[in-house]
């Protein structure tokens, strides 16, 4: 699916979502990310069953007011107890699928949100 997004204040938004790749800035990654518009980085994380506590606190020290997880194709939950470091911080988290937290993540930073995405291919 093509993503369209314009905005200024944005350095990295996302133009194309398809299965198992996706196109921020003209470049297409199919590993696990971490993306904010300022900042994009590979997560060390072999997957979602793989997701500790240390994970989730790697997002935090980025001081978003809300963290989109990604899932992958299919919409997972993590345990409670993972992503606390992330509510005991006031911070919001919200899980989808990876195409949902696309979509998701670019209506964010058009309203200038603070937001970080977990971005996870499996």
């Given at each position: ?26 470049t ?54 993972l992503?606390?470091?992330?509510v005991?911080?006031?911070?919001g ?19 200038d ?10």
């Amino acid at each position: 699916m093509k993503l369209h997004f314009d905005s200024l204040s944005a350095r990295y938004s996302i133009q194309r979502y398809d299965t198992g790749v996706i196109t921020i800035n003209e470049t297409p990654y199919t590993h696990n990310l971490i993306l904010s518009p300022n900042y994009l980085s590979d997560w060390e994380v072999e997957g979602f069953d793989q997701l500790t506590t240390a994970h989730f606190e790697r997002l935090l020290a980025l001081k978003p007011e809300l963290v989109i997880l990604g899932t992958g194709e299919t919409l997972r939950f993590p345990d409670p107890a993972l992503t606390a470091p992330l509510v005991n911080a006031n911070i919001g988290v919200e899980v989808m699928s990876l195409a949902a937290a696309c979509r998701t993540y670019n209506i964010l930073i058009g309203e200038d949100r603070s937001v970080v995405a977990g971005m996870l291919f499996k």
